[in-house]
């Protein structure tokens, strides 16, 4: 069965500086998803970025950016010019090629000082 | 943009009522799923749909049932409350099946109370 760990139940970092989470997955499947969610104190959870496993480049979305390492089962996300507003629970997560279900992370609460 | 809405925010209810938590998309997703979030846990997969009248337990479905009449709608019951289900309940609806690389779109989520 596939798992997603999150080793690293809470990080803080100064604003504007750069933080990175991180997240390993097991899995024996050789294509599959990735993905970064995000989600603030008013719950809602928003999408941060996605990766494709077969893509070997590591996906960006503005200020954040992913660290994709296949063989080692890492996939980290790393925010850079952290703002008031990117405080928030992190959730890592991994969906197989067949799509439907994810199976997250623990999540890890990224906590900004001004 | 695609809207999850879960019909209420905080909900207290006893032991051993009947529970209904309602979820409606408004995207025409095939695909909708419950979720139990708790702390250090993460979000845990309670029960998922692919299809109206169609559903497929997750990983901790005991206590739990669905309902999905219509393609819009995604019900959880729990049938018999009990103390240990108090946690936060989130719905998730995607585009289907195939689409691989498409996200769940999730509502605010529901904190529900038993007392």
């Known amino acids: 069965a596939q798992t997603v760990t999150q080793s690293q139940p809470e990080m803080s970092v100064q604003e504007a500086e750069t933080v990175t989470l991180s997240c390993t997955y097991d899995?024996?499947?050789?294509?599959?998803?990735l993905f970064w969610y995000k989600q603030p104190p008013s719950r809602q959870m928003i999408l941060v970025i996605r990766?494709?496993?077969?893509?070997?480049q590591n996906a960006t979305e503005n200020r954040f950016s992913v660290n994709f390492q296949k063989a080692a089962k890492s996939f980290s996300l790393k925010i850079s010019d952290s703002q008031l507003g990117d405080a928030a629970m992190y959730f890592c997560?991994?969906?197989?090629?067949?799509?439907?279900?994810?199976?997250f992370g623990q999540g890890t609460e990224l906590s900004v000082k001004p | 943009d695609v809207k999850v809405t879960q019909s209420s925010r905080y909900l207290v209810k006893r032991t051993g009522e009947k529970v209904f938590l309602e979820c409606v998309q408004d995207?025409?997703?095939?695909?909708m799923f419950w979720y139990r979030q708790d702390p250090g846990l993460g979000l845990r997969l309670i029960y998922f749909?692919?299809?109206?009248?169609?559903?497929e337990k997750g990983d901790i479905p005991e206590g739990y049932s669905v309902s999905r009449e219509k393609k819009e709608r995604f019900s959880l019951i729990l049938e018999s409350a009990s103390t240990n289900q108090t946690s936060m309940y989130l719905c998730?609806?995607?585009?289907?099946?195939?689409?691989?690389?498409?996200?769940?779109?999730f509502g605010d989520g529901t904190r529900l109370s038993i007392l």
């Open positions: 998730a609806s995607s585009l289907f099946p195939g689409a691989r690389n498409q996200p769940q779109h």
């Open positions: 997560a991994y969906r197989n090629n067949q799509g439907g279900k994810l199976i």
């Open positions: 899995t024996s499947e050789s294509d599959y998803y």
């Open positions: 990766q494709e496993a077969y893509k070997q």
């Open positions: 749909s692919y299809d109206v009248k169609m559903k």
């Open positions: 995207m025409d997703h095939e695909n």
